[in-house]
């Protein structure tokens, strides 16, 4: 195994473009350590579904991300069998006839938010359209308030996007999140014990696992996953995906001309910008990956970036194709530990760009607007558009 160096989190090009960076991980090595960091990067697309796949060797463990929970979250970090029982109960909450129902609702949300915006003819598109439409379908879908958006989004930033990037201010900005996390979820709880409504945890409090109710500690861990990932993850993507488009003027024609092309034009954007670079894994015993020996106890971080722009993989892989054949790319991640709730991702991104292409015509970026992404999650908080 040959080490690899970092690239610098602070150089926006570096930030930008990140599939240089991960060709030369591929052309590295299978397995490349980082001993600076105590972990290995694997980027190889066929190494990386392998480590997605076999869950009994590479754990999702609670070792293998501390994000300033106390517990393990439910059911990211709890490994086969048990992972089964709270899919379980998990998936048809995100099922796509589930999420068909959240249509016409998330369609008129967009359209009010659209549709002030465009009439600015400039703006920043992360705040005004990236932020409040998946927080907001996602809070009404948990049963959190919207009125205290501002609030949690802070609290999630403290986690994903801190200010202090040292890894003692990440770790002790987490900590304090994460306590005032469990706080406010345990506050609806009890709301909700006293007093249920039509939401997610409204409906966990009547759940059983196994013939047994769910605890408030199972609620809080499930609710700590989704407060993290319902605040984040579509925004992240929407940025990706209109920087992406902002500067490429064909691409962004081609939804406007033709809107049934919009789904597949949203894998091949996952493909090609991967939101959600990489997911951690901790071996449970001595083992190999792509030839190269791996002790029992390494952290491996699976590059779901790389793989999804990996030349072995993909045909014209560089090339962002509407028109690709295969969009079996792993934005998604895969193996059991797959997203739970990629169908409301793809609901959403897919309404956005609809009713934005159908609102303005050709945009770009704002004149002298360099790019900003975050160095964990690609998100864009700069991300200036005139049109």
Known sequence: MTNIEMPDIA???ELANPQVLFKALRDTAAVVPLDDHDLSIVGRHDDVRHVLAHAEIFSSGADAVDIGQIRPLVPLQIDPPDHKKYRKILDPLFAPRKVAALREPTRDLVRELVEKFAAEGHGNFHD???????????????GLPITRREEFLELKDGIIHPADRTVEGRKASARESGRRIYEVIQEVVDARR??????IISGFLETEVDGERLSDEDILDIGFLFFLAGLDTVTASLDCMLAFLAQHPEHQRRLRDDPASIPRAIEEMLRWETPVPGVVRITTC???????PVAAGTTVVAT?????????????VDTVD???ASIKHLAFG??????LGSHLARLELAIVLEEWHAAVGEYRLADGVT?????DLRSINNLELVW
């Open 11 to 13: 150089d926006p090009a």
């Open 128 to 142: 005004a359209i990236s932020v409040p439409v998946p927080t907001t379908v996602f809070l009404e879908l948990l």
């Open 194 to 199: 006293a007093e249920p409504r039509d939401d």
């Open 286 to 292: 001595d083992t190999e990956i792509g030839g190269c």
């Open 304 to 316: 779901l970036g790389s793989a999804n722009t990996d030349e072995n993989a993909w045909v014209d």
């Open 322 to 324: 509407f028109d690709r």
């Open 334 to 339: 895969g193996g059991v530990h797959r997203c």
């Open 371 to 375: 790019l900003e992404y975050a160095p």
